[in-house]
Nanobody, 116 residues
Framework: QVQVVESGGGLVQAGGSLRLSCAVS????????MGWYRQAPGKQRELVAD???????NYADSVKGRFTISRDNAKSTVYLQMDNLKPEDTSVYLC??????????WGQGTQVTVAS
């Protein structure tokens, strides 16, 4: 099994920054890709950014140039640096560990609120 725990959300003014953290534990050797998703009330969950075990990254068009995904293998942690935040970035942000074997793991989510 893999456990995923997010942290770092909060309230920020438009134009501000936040850094989210996603700590993973358990059978981390089965993880192929770590992803950040978000889901606002009444909307579908969407991919924000992901990073493969080889370091390749992928971003949603809406966050390109503003968000950066990275990882610290020694700490088994993935980060999402969010800069120039906009009110439309307000959402619950969830971390997902995609696995080569076994069920994918999701965290509980962390709330990000951007005030205009």
């Amino acid at each position: 099994q893999v456990q995923v725990v997010e942290s770092g959300g909060g309230l920020v003014q438009a134009g501000g920054s936040l850094r989210l953290s996603c700590a993973v534990s358990g059978s981390i050797f089965t993880i192929t890709t770590m992803g950040w998703y978000r889901q606002a009330p009444g909307k579908q969950r969407e991919l924000v950014a992901d990073i493969t075990r080889y370091g390749s990254t992928n971003y949603a068009d809406s966050v390109k140039g503003r968000f950066t995904i990275s990882r610290d293998n020694a700490k088994s942690t993935v980060y999402l640096q969010m800069d120039n935040l906009k009110p439309e970035d307000t959402s619950v942000y969830l971390c997902k560990a995609s696995r080569i074997a076994g069920r994918d793991a999701w965290g509980q989510g962390t709330q990000v609120t951007v005030a205009s």
